[in-house]
């Protein structure tokens, strides 16, 4: 009877031990599900806030946000999209270079790919010649235009401001012609030589805003653009998501009035001499996160005497990748394959 009640005993206080160890496992499986639960949730609302706040600031024309923030924001958006569609996306870019084609999803319903790049070719009043020799040569009009964009993802526009004295024949001849090839982004400021650093920030800003491509690239009316080259050249760094793409300088800062390139802001720049690394003015490509922050915080960066300092300017300090791409030079027009040629008129 002694050793059957010690046995029992035994049974019994192994069988407390194993409840309590499997209570204790109960109880940190479910601590631990509540942790993962309350982290994924505290994401999801820090997504959301990011989002919501883009969204406020934007609608108010205001741009309070930091650049941690603002590049938190473009990542959060970006992560959005379908991983199906993007996987989708670069294999055919892989298997197809730069050609952009519509696919179908296993509904049969026709996908829309986002254009690979949109292209502002910034004009001035009195230069249709250069206009009509664009669409001549590169850019097509109607029909021919819109081929372009479906097939190969190339969307191209001629961007122009308002004249100073609004309404007059000026604007009524860009109204017209536009009205003819619907061909242009026509911004609401003022044409002037000394307006172009601003007129190139809003470009890039409405650009962002009106098309979600992959790259967008500030062009002169006076160039011919190899379309194929340019479409090849972009596929190969579409893996970088900050990129700065162009015939890079550090040209000379100018400090007498009375110069050409004069820079009334000469003294900001170390030397004196010499402004910092950027593109040079007569093509150069940001990619699609790049021109998604200069929309957000068009209102607080500041221009420059030259559209392309001042585009490198907007980049400085933040963790993008400068590409020196010898074909954007005016040196290769000479020496070897250019993405674009001086047009004759």
């Known amino acids: 009877m002694m050793q059957s009640k010690g046995s029992n005993s035994k049974v019994s206080n192994m069988v407390f031990r194993?409840?309590?160890?499997?209570?204790?496992?109960?109880?940190?499986?479910?601590?631990?599900?509540?942790y993962v639960a309350g982290r994924l949730w505290q994401?999801?609302?820090?997504?959301?806030?990011l989002i919501k706040e883009l969204d406020r600031?934007?609608?108010?024309?205001?741009?309070?946000?930091?650049?941690?923030?603002?590049?938190k924001i473009i990542a959060c958006r970006e992560q959005h999209k379908t991983l199906s569609a993007v996987e989708m996306d670069l294999a055919i870019a892989r298997q197809e270079g730069f050609t952009s084609k519509h696919s179908s999803d296993t509904s049969g319903a026709v996908l829309k790919r986002k254009p690979l790049v949109v292209i502002g070719v910034l004009t001035r009043f009195?230069?249709?010649?250069?206009?009509?020799?664009?669409?001549k040569a590169w850019m097509g009009i109607g029909e021919t235009l819109k081929k372009m964009e479906k097939e190969k993802g190339v969307v191209s526009r001629f961007v122009?401001?308002?004249?100073?004295?609004?309404?007059?024949?000026?604007?009524?001849?860009?109204?017209?012609?536009?009205?003819?090839?619907?061909?242009?982004?026509?911004?609401?400021?003022?044409?002037?030589p000394g307006e172009l650093p601003k007129k190139v920030k809003m470009?890039?800003?409405?650009?962002?805003?009106?098309?979600?491509?992959?790259?967008?690239?500030?062009?002169?009316?006076?160039?011919?653009?190899?379309?194929?080259?340019?479409?090849?050249?972009?596929?190969?760094?579409l893996n970088k998501p900050r990129v700065y793409i162009g015939c890079m300088k550090s040209g000379q800062v100018f400090s007498e009035p009375s110069h050409?390139?004069?820079?009334?802001?000469?003294?900001?720049?170390?030397?004196?001499?010499?402004?910092?690394?950027?593109?040079?003015?007569?093509?150069?490509?940001?990619?699609?996160?790049?021109?998604?922050?200069?929309?957000?915080?068009?209102?607080?960066l500041r221009t420059y005497a030259h559209d392309d300092v001042?585009?490198?300017?907007?980049f400085i300090g933040l963790n993008v990748k400068h590409v020196d791409e010898g074909k954007f030079c005016c040196s290769s027009w000479s020496t070897g394959p250019s993405l674009f040629l001086p047009l004759s008129i």
């Open 18 to 34: 194993t409840r309590i160890s499997s209570l204790l496992i109960s109880m940190f499986a479910i601590f631990a599900s509540f």
């Open 43 to 49: 994401d999801a609302q820090n997504r959301v806030y």
């Open 57 to 71: 600031v934007t609608g108010l024309g205001q741009s309070a946000i930091s650049v941690d923030d603002t590049l």
């Open 126 to 135: 009195g230069r249709k010649n250069n206009r009509d020799a664009i669409r």
């Open 160 to 192: 122009i401001g308002r004249s100073a004295d609004r309404g007059d024949s000026l604007d009524r001849s860009i109204d017209d012609e536009n009205g003819q090839t619907n061909d242009f982004i026509i911004l609401d400021q003022v044409e002037a």
């Open 203 to 237: 470009f890039f800003a409405l650009a962002a805003d009106k098309w979600d491509a992959d790259f967008y690239a500030k062009v002169n009316d006076d160039v011919y653009v190899n379309i194929d080259a340019l479409g090849a050249t972009l596929s190969s760094h």
């Open 260 to 300: 050409k390139w004069y820079e009334p802001d000469w003294w900001k720049f170390g030397d004196k001499k010499s402004y910092f690394r950027h593109a040079s003015g007569e093509m150069y490509v940001i990619s699609g996160a790049l021109a998604k922050f200069i929309s957000i915080n068009r209102s607080l």
């Open 310 to 314: 001042s585009a490198g300017s907007w």
